[in-house]
């Protein structure tokens, strides 16, 4: 309902974003009442599709494809724009390629490519 762009429809319980819509205004991420939404930018090709950051099986219980926190996905990546923060694994998108190393290694596939264009 914090959407301005009526970009953000919830279906199963989970919040869904239509990139088309979605104008990057950040209300959905400060009214979120768990801390769950985050930015993304539109040009991003790869994206961590969880924000568990219990630890592994914990995570697991919770969401088959929740981030175990391995660091497979930082270890994979050839320009080191990964890293594993509170068991969850973080892109920095301003050394990110998108060369899907990440995404080749994750045993859960919590990552994923992506195309919010």
């Known amino acids: 309902s914090a959407c301005p762009a009526d970009a953000i429809c919830v279906r ?3 919040a869904h974003v239509d990139p088309r819509k979605c104008i990057g205004c ?10 769950i939404i985050k930015m993304v930018p539109k040009s991003a090709k790869t994206a ?9 099986a914990a995570a697991r ?5 929740a981030c175990i926190g391995c660091l497979k996905c930082a270890k994979n ?11 969850l694994a973080v892109i920095d998108y301003e050394k990110c390629t ?16 992506v195309n919010f264009q």
Do not use: H, R, Y
């Not at 961590?48 to 592994?56: D, H, S």
């Not at 990546?77 to 068991?87: F, L, Y």
């Open 12 to 14: 199963d319980d989970l």
């Open 61 to 65: 219980k919770n969401c088959k494809n």
């Open 48 to 56: 961590v599709m969880c924000n568990n950051t219990e630890k592994g």
């Open 98 to 113: 998108s060369c899907g190393a990440c995404v080749e290694g994750c045993p859960t596939k919590c990552l994923k490519n």
């Open 77 to 87: 990546c050839p320009e080191q724009a990964i890293t594993v923060t509170n068991n």
């Open 26 to 35: 950040g209300k959905c991420v400060k009214t979120c009442p768990n801390a």
